[in-house]
Structure formats: C-alpha cells, structure tokens
C-alpha cells in the first residue's frame, strides 16, 4: 500500500504551516495563551524544531511513495515519524485541558489561541504517528485487510495476554496504591477534606461517588485490561457469559484516564518540580506524583494490548480457535 494523496500532500502542509506560525512566533512574538503558556514546555524555536522535525517525516514518506523501499527504509521512515508524532503530542499535551476549559468555562483570554496551537501541535502530532503506523505495516508485511502479521499477532479476543501487558496492569494498580496511601495518611492526620473544601459545603455523598470510581479505575480497569475476562464477559454475568465486552467501555476509558494521568501528572507535574514550584516533603511527593504517573503509565501499556487483543475478526483469515 503506497501514500495517497492525502498523506503526500496533505500532511507535509499541515506540517509546514505549523511551523511557519511558530516561527512568526519566535520572531515577532507569541500571542497571549490561557495560563500564560502555550505548553509546559519552553516555547520559542522548540516548537519550530519539531514541526520541522514532522515535516522531514511527512515529505520522506511521499517521497518514498513513488518508489520502492525495502523493509528498513520503511521501518526508518516509521521510526522517524513516531518519534516526531510523540513529541510534537507531548509538547502539546494542554489540548484536552485547552478543551476542557472552553466547555465549562467558556472563551477567556487567550483561549482560543491555546486551542489552535495545541490542537495544530496534536493534529500534526497524530497525523505522524497514523503514518508511523502505515509504513511499520509495510514493513511487517501486515494484512491489508485487518493490520495484523498472521501467525504474530493475537487473532481473537480467547488469546492470552502478552507478559508486558500484565506488567503494565499490575503497574497501575501500584501507583494506584501509592496515591491511595496518601489518602489514607492525610485522612487520618485530619487534612483531608481540607479546610477549604470543608468551609465550601464539599457534599460527601460526591466524596464517596469520587473516591469509588477512583478505586475502580485503579484496580478494576487496569485488571480488565489485561486479563480474558476484561474481553470476554466472565460467567458470574449470567446471560452475557462468554459475550464480548464492549470494546471502547473497557479501552477508551482505559487510554482516556491513562493520558490524562500521564501528561497532567507525569509531564506537567515533573516539570513543575523541577522547577521548583512543588515543595514538600520529599516521600509524600513521590507517592502523589509519581503514584499517578506510573498508574498512567500503566493504563497505556495495558491499553496497547487491549487495543491488538479486540481487533474485529480478519475477514480473509480463518482462524481456527473458538469463535469471538
């Protein structure tokens, strides 16, 4: 399968107008962004540098579409795109947050500039990792009509997950406890509700709500991911037993809380550590900031095998396991 048109032209422009817009930026000066800041990270030429780094990806690809590559030029060309689609999505990681706020809050000052910047970063972002995709397809020599390497990859919901994939679940279910630990501490201490929340009239019915669904996305979610009967309703359900899950119950939830957790805590917390803006006793830091880190973290690597594991059935492969 060779780049359409999409990919040929359509990418590398998106690429290049993101970079010609920070660039006008670093030279003449940024616009005002919600929160002073377009992202956590330094602004200026960093940008510019990877959208610049984006668009070498793109063009290499429609490059690369109008002749044959073997399996390693494909796999460079996957390798570059990915990492300049990571990075381009890390730098501009405020979006959702950019998103969140525009709908509860309504346009404030430098709203919508935050949302064009972030969403151009993020868009340019996904576009190289969708190509990354592409090309590592071509050069497994994957199927055209599912994505999967027939015969390496996992071909119904009844096979069992690869040892990572667990690593990762039980990863989250730690940090998860980590932060739980906290909780727990600053309960006891009498800090929690602080003073604040209690002279605001904090409703415990909301408390409780909270802090169960918290539980649950932090045991229960990242154990549905990884293991059979987070894909196949288990038997204790009765009439569904055997049924499959609703894939996007399990693995959007998954992914969304995972992101969520790894870029606010993660990114924008490690930053703001290092820079100085957090203070306080080192361990109980580590345990709130790093706890949610690593059950983000987590939620990902689970999520990435959830996501291979309920792929819909090839329709030109016959499989010879029980069916889905």
């Not at 509860?104 to 969708?130: M, Y």
């Not at 019915?205 to 991911?225: E, S």
Request: net charge positive.
């Amino acid at each position: 399968m060779k780049a359409d048109a999409w990919t040929r032209l359509a990418a590398p422009v998106w690429q290049i107008a993101y970079v010609l817009v920070h660039a006008w930026w670093a030279i003449g000066g940024a616009p005002p962004f919600l929160e002073g800041r377009e992202s956590y990270f330094p602004g200026g030429w960093v940008p510019v540098a990877l959208g610049v780094l984006a668009t070498v990806g793109c063009l290499a690809v429609a490059a690369g579409s109008r002749r044959e590559f073997d399996d390693s030029g494909h796999y460079l060309l996957a390798g570059l795109n990915a990492v300049a689609g990571a990075a381009l999505c890390v730098y501009s990681f405020m979006f959702p947050v950019v998103v969140v706020s525009l709908l509860f809050e309504g346009p404030g000052p430098g709203t919508v500039n935050s949302l064009l910047a972030t969403g151009g970063g993020a868009v340019g972002g996904v576009i190289c990792l969708l190509i990354a995709l592409a090309e590592r397809r071509l050069a497994a020599h994957s199927c055209a009509a599912c994505g999967r390497v027939h015969g390496r990859s996992p071909e119904s919901r009844m096979d069992p997950a690869p040892g990572w994939a667990f690593a990762g679940a039980y990863l989250a279910v730690g940090g998860f406890a980590a932060r739980l630990s906290m909780w727990l501490h600053e309960t006891i201490a009498g800090r929690w509700p602080s003073p604040a929340s209690r002279a605001n009239g904090i409703s415990w019915t909301a408390m409780v709500v909270f802090i169960l669904l918290m539980t649950l996305a932090g045991t229960l979610l990242p154990l549905a991911l990884a293991h059979r009967w987070g894909r196949l309703w288990p038997a204790w359900v009765g009439p569904l037993r055997g049924r499959a899950v609703p894939r996007w119950l399990v693995l959007g939830t998954g992914l969304f809380i995972g992101a969520s957790l790894t870029a606010y805590f993660g990114i924008a917390g490690g930053i703001a550590w290092i820079r100085g803006d957090l203070r306080g006793p080192l361990v109980p830091l580590l345990l709130e900031v790093g706890g949610y880190t690593l059950w983000g973290v987590g939620l990902l690597v689970a999520a990435a095998s959830y996501l291979a594991l309920t792929r819909p059935p090839c329709p030109t492969h016959r499989t010879t396991g029980p069916a889905q």
